[in-house]
């Protein structure tokens, strides 16, 4: 599988004439060899696929990589500018992305006869396409944080606050088998709702209020995300407003979405509901975004989106409206493209979940 992934960057390598290239980006590297660590880099030659890292990872990473040689990086010793040498490097390609400009320039004063060729989102694109294996990594993520949640659930009452929640249900995917979190659990209630990406409080939540569950797993490398929104006993008409319209607009999505829809025309669609209703001012974030290894990652669904929906991408749907000093929703479901009609991941409830106070 991984060894299909280097074939791909060497065809890259050789569409922009590169005799190598360096990848800095740690979730690249996993994607393509399997290892995660805080420090390291991947040179890519046309003979050659070299892992470098510092003492701590060197065993760990010889015992997950397959076909790929690790070399121990030491200070006070200059291994990337010793191995373009060693392999003739004349032409290579980074990716600029991750590869902070302090870096840049430690190559560029170092590493002598050798041209540095600037890689944009190639890598990034080859990861909008989940293999069997990373479908099957995402769906575990699914099932474990949906388990959290629904264990999480009869525990959202008036009284406790949302950082009691948000920690709670953190420990109880890993309590299911996540390998944590695939991002910071957000929890927000009453008027907070209308932060998008409010961090929660201690905040108490209350009778009459909404609260927005924002959640994931990370399984194995890969990432989950979803959003529900939960009424507390009887919620503000307008903010049960608000939910029909988002939760139309969430449907008209995994109604009319398919393989070959450009991704202008889906966030205009789901975004059409929401301005004929009204509301179009309130609500400011993109329709979705991939998810796989980063809970952000290519395609970007928005009004700037370049590309098409295509085949074996994962993707969310999160229309969301938020009205200052009132509150808000959002609704987020993982959906995966199909050559046929679209299969929608996520499995919990988003019609509104009551919970009586």
Known sequence: MRENRIEKVLDIMKKMELDSCVLRGMENIFYLTGFRGSEGALLITNGDVLLLTDFRYITHAMEITKDIKVVELRQKQNTLAELCERYGIKKMGFDSIHTTY????????????????????????????????????????????????TEVLEKIYPGRTEKEIARELEYMMREFGADGPSFATIVASGVRTALPHAEPTDKEIKEGEAVIVDFGAQVDGYCSDETCTISIGEINGKIQEVFSIVNNARELALGKMKAGMPLKELDMMVRGVIDDAGYGEFFRHGVGHGVGIAVHEAPTINSMGEG??????????????????????????????????????????????????
Do not use: C, H
Not at 103 to 128: F, M, S
Not at 317 to 322: L, N, R
Not at 327 to 345: A, F, Q, S, W
């Open 308 to 357: 098409i929906l295509e085949e074996n991408m994962v993707v969310t749907i999160e229309p969301g409206i938020y009205l200052p000093n009132l509150g808000g929703v959002r609704l987020e479901d993982m959906v995966l493209i199909t050559e046929g009609k679209p299969r929608v991941l996520t499995q919990i409830r988003k019609d509104m979940l009551n919970i009586r106070a």
């Open 102 to 149: 302090s870096v840049y320039k430690k190559w560029k004063d170092t590493i002598e006869n050798v041209e540095l060729v600037p890689l944009e989102n190639e890598i990034e694109d080859i990861r909008k396409y989940k293999e069997p294996e990373e479908i099957d990594a995402i769906m575990k993520a699914i099932l474990i944080a949906t388990e959290a949640f």
